[in-house]
Nanobody, 126 residues
Framework: QLQLVESGGALVQPGGSLRLACAAS????????IGWFRQAPGKEREGVSC????????YYADSVKGRFTISRDNAKLTVYLQMNSLKPEDTGVYYC???????????????????WGQGTQVTVSS
């Protein structure tokens, strides 16, 4: 059974860095997209970044462009989110999710993703 497990969340000061990891038990889809989302208290879940298992993308939300980098390690079945120059507004629970099929053109809405991890807390505060 496919499962996603996030790790790497922590408390970090503004300007600091974190690397989140999303480990999959296995990939059951031939064509898929892994997305990172975040949800702050009282706010809707928003897309942060996503990556296909092809050469299109990756994609980033405008709020994180130039600061976050998504990458994948196929051998480890893991997708990473390197977050630099963190800001207090980056605080939230970060989730990864998988979608059957590719995404084109940019970060898409969370409703199209089939399976989610449990989330990892990122807090940016001095």
């Amino acid at each position: 059974q496919l499962q996603l497990v996030e790790s790497g969340g922590a408390l970090v000061q503004p300007g600091g860095s974190l690397r989140l990891a999303c480990a999959a038990s296995r990939f059951t889809f031939d064509y898929y997209n892994i997305g990172w989302f975040r949800q702050a208290p009282g706010k809707e879940r928003e897309g942060v970044s996503c990556i296909n298992n092809n050469d299109h993308g990756p994609y980033y939300a405008d709020s994180v462009k130039g600061r976050f980098t998504i990458s994948r390690d196929n051998a480890k079945l893991t997708v990473y989110l390197q977050m630099n120059s963190l800001k207090p507004e980056d605080t939230g629970v970060y989730y990864c999710a998988i979608k059957n099929g590719w995404v084109f053109g940019g970060v898409t809405r969370p409703e199209v993703y089939e399976l989610w991890g449990q989330g990892t807390q990122v807090t940016v505060s001095s």
